[in-house]
């Protein structure tokens, strides 16, 4: 059982930039592929970003690419989401996930087995 824990969220101006954590308790960190989701309120979650736990290799949604970094740190079993150039639109509630999902399922949320309880974002106009 993993247990994910979120933190780093806030109130920010538009253009303005957070670094979000997810601290990951419990299980073998380096075997898991690590993800973002948002959820606006009245919208469905979404995905933002991913880094895979064989390559390393990152995804992000078209909204968010040029402007948010995804990384990770074995050593320190957390999963960084650095958000640049901040939008009124990117205000949600921001959950980490973690899972082991296929390549052409990278993006599905059904893929993933363990979820933080989410922090929130809100940007200001």
């Known amino acids: 059982q993993v247990t994910l824990v979120e933190s780093g969220g806030g109130l920010v101006q538009a253009g303005g930039s957070l670094r979000l954590s997810c601290a990951a308790s419990g299980g073998t960190f380096s075997s898991y592929t690590m993800a973002w989701f948002r959820q606006a309120p009245g919208k469905e979650r979404e995905f933002v970003a991913v880094v895979r736990h064989t390559t390393g290799q990152t995804y992000y949604a078209n909204s968010v690419k040029g402007r948010f970094t995804i990384s990770r740190d074995n050593a320190k079993n957390t999963v960084y989401l650095l958000m640049n150039s901040l939008e009124p639109e990117d205000s949600a509630i921001y959950f980490c996930?973690?899972?082991?999902?296929?390549?052409?399922?990278?993006?599905?949320?059904?893929?993933?087995?363990?979820w933080g309880q989410g922090t929130q974002v809100t940007v200001s106009s």
């Open positions: 996930a973690a899972g082991r999902p296929i390549l052409s399922a990278i993006e599905t949320q059904s893929m993933y087995y363990y």
